[in-house]
């Protein structure tokens, strides 16, 4: 790599990018996927252009992303939302679709309004799945890494911009030193997830 582009600013750079288009993700496939799993003639007039869109791999909307959003953080912030955004909102509305109909009955007869079955009900719920949803489209949006930093990267920093410098100056030692950390720091978030979901659902 270029002199003075020390190894853990690319991870960081990275991480970052990796971590903004995972919340944003995260932040619209749950509450839509519980609306969904909760209401079936949504779900049945969404899931269609969902299942159109989601075996679309994210490297095909490097064009889009570059004219929509330039070059620089937000096309590639863009491309790994995507990754992460259709694993979760599918786990959401399986995870759902799974709570016994019994229970939101039982919560509407005791008069329960709809923010508190959706809160106090659907939520927890569908949480084993949630979070089986968000340990893969985490996994999925770091496996976007690189495609999302062939968009162009401002900061000259991240692990896939270093892969693809390293190939144009022909340094395959550095292209396979890149894909290693790659897969070290996508095990290590997955673990981290495993870990988290192992307190939250500590009643499983």
Request: net charge positive; charged share 15%.
């Amino acid at each position: 790599m270029p002199s003075g582009y020390l190894l853990h600013n690319h991870c960081l750079q990275s991480l970052y990018r990796v971590f903004a288009g995972f919340f944003i993700a995260a932040l619209l496939a749950i509450p839509l996927g519980i609306i969904m799993g909760w209401s079936r003639s949504l779900r049945e007039s969404v899931t269609p252009l969902i299942e159109v869109l989601r075996p679309v791999p994210p490297l095909a909307w490097i064009p889009l992303a570059i004219l929509w959003f330039g070059i620089g953080f937000k096309s590639s912030v863009f491309i790994i939302f995507l990754g992460c955004f259709f694993p979760i909102i599918l786990s959401t509305i399986s995870g759902v679709l799974s709570i016994d109909s019994i229970l939101i009955d039982a919560s509407k007869t005791l008069g329960a309004r709809k923010k508190e079955i959706f809160l106090k009900v659907l939520t927890p719920g569908s949480l084993p799945s949630i979070l089986t949803g968000l340990r893969i489209g985490l996994g999925i949006g770091w496996m976007t890494l690189v495609a999302a930093e062939f968009t162009g990267v401002r900061s000259g920093y991240g692990l896939g911009y270093m892969i693809m410098t390293a190939r144009d100056i022909q340094r395959p030692d550095e292209v396979i030193a890149g894909m290693a950390i790659i897969g070290l720091i996508g095990y290590s978030l997955d673990l981290l997830l495993r870990g988290i979901e192992s307190r939250l659902l500590i009643w499983r």
